[in-house]
């Protein structure tokens, strides 16, 4: 396959990453068919976590919803630290079923591996897996043409997360230009998306999301409320109820949230996103409630998008348990049973619920890592 066509699959086909990584995977094949696998794990230095993203599995069951430490490896943080490439030719003698990934790896039945370290200006972005069901797969010949492979691969992953980080960083500008001074903290936005993720990855077994949903839902929730930096401060700071007007006022940032999310990313798409319907939903429809009661479409029940139903649910447990001018903190144990009560009302995702209570532990790392209180 010409490398150019490679490119073009990669950076100019399907909408997703997925999606794009199963074509590319498809006309690998007609010139390396032993590649069976080829799956990419995303690195986060904050937390030195590597955690499944995109995969094209064409044998075996593909691994999804895992995370380990970077540090928990040896081998792979050899790799990170050298850039260096890692060959087992016969995965059954060299891998010891020692953790959930090495029980996977051995339970599909491949026999070779080649795995590459990829980096985004000089910091590790993650590792790509290249597996075959056949032994000695990975031959220096084929081991040089996937490493090309690879860095298109990189290439097209730091695309999509620059896109992100650039609309990021123009909502930040914009909020300082208009001196926006109101209780959504830094430390607010990163629990929202802690709390996202921890919800998208529950629901996503029982729902069919992929890594790839997952991790743009926790991408996008910080810009669930961007419409905001429109909203004028006497009514954003106000410390007491809202009029009627005022409220309608208020409202009106979802309308301006849409409005500024295609501005920046331009109907051209000459800013790419990854997913951005996802991103869409989630400004367009975090308000919205199962019932119908919400604003501003009073969508109702399988209508509103699961990525709005996540982030409404994280938003509110946030809001009930941190400081805000107009109320006093709830305590954990309160804002659950609040969110249990919303859930058997229908107005909020009963399951989206569930992910929270059966994340206690996981909620207080969050609420004490991103305290508004911690400097």
Not at 133 to 142: D, E, G, K, L
Not at 172 to 187: N, S, V, Y
Not at 191 to 197: I, K, L
Not at 295 to 300: E, I, T, V
Request: hydrophobic share 40%.
């Amino acid at each position: 396959m010409p490398l150019s066509t490679a490119t073009s699959k990669l950076l100019d086909g399907a909408s997703t990453l997925n999606g794009r990584l199963a074509d590319l995977h498809q006309h690998l094949l007609q010139v390396l068919p032993d590649v069976d696998r080829i799956a990419c794990a995303l690195y986060n230095a904050n937390d030195d976590t590597l955690k499944t993203f995109i995969n094209s599995t064409r044998t075996g069951e593909a691994i999804e919803g895992y995370e380990y430490k970077l540090s928990d490896s040896g081998s792979l943080s050899d790799l990170a630290r050298t850039g260096e490439f890692r060959v087992l030719d016969n995965i059954a003698s060299a891998v010891h079923a020692s953790n959930m990934h090495s029980k996977w790896l051995l339970k599909q039945g491949y026999q070779s591996s080649f795995t590459v370290p990829i980096y985004d200006q000089g910091s590790l972005l993650g590792f790509v897996f290249f597996d075959s069901m056949q032994a000695f797969a990975f031959t220096p010949t084929v081991q040089r043409d996937l490493v090309l492979y690879c860095s298109l691969i990189s290439m097209s992953i730091s695309n999509e997360m620059g896109a992100v980080r650039t609309m990021v960083e123009s909502i930040r500008i914009a909020r300082e230009l208009t001196m926006m001074r109101d209780f959504e903290t830094g430390k607010h936005l990163e629990r929202m998306a802690q709390y996202s993720r921890l919800i998208a990855k529950y629901v996503a077994p029982r729902l069919h999301l992929s890594d790839e949903v997952v991790e743009h839902v926790y991408m996008f929730a910080p810009l669930h409320d961007i419409g905001k930096i429109g909203i004028p401060d006497y009514i954003l700071l106000k410390p007491g109820k809202l009029t009627q007007d005022e409220q309608k006022i208020m409202d009106s940032h979802v309308e301006l949230g849409v409005k500024l999310i295609e501005r920046i990313s331009g109907s051209g798409g000459a800013t790419r996103l990854p997913d951005s319907s996802i991103l869409m939903n989630i400004v367009k429809s975090h308000h919205e409630a199962l019932d119908g009661s919400g604003y501003p479409q009073g969508l109702k029940g399988a209508d509103v998008p699961i990525e709005a139903r996540i982030v409404m649910v994280a938003d509110i447990f946030d809001a009930l348990t941190a400081e805000r001018p107009y109320k006093s903190i709830w305590s954990t144990a309160d804002a659950l049973t609040e969110l249990q009560s919303l859930a058997a009302a229908g107005k909020v995702d009963a399951l989206c619920v569930e992910a929270l209570v059966s994340n206690l532990d996981q909620i207080l790392t969050i609420q004490h890592k991103y305290s508004d209180t911690v400097a």
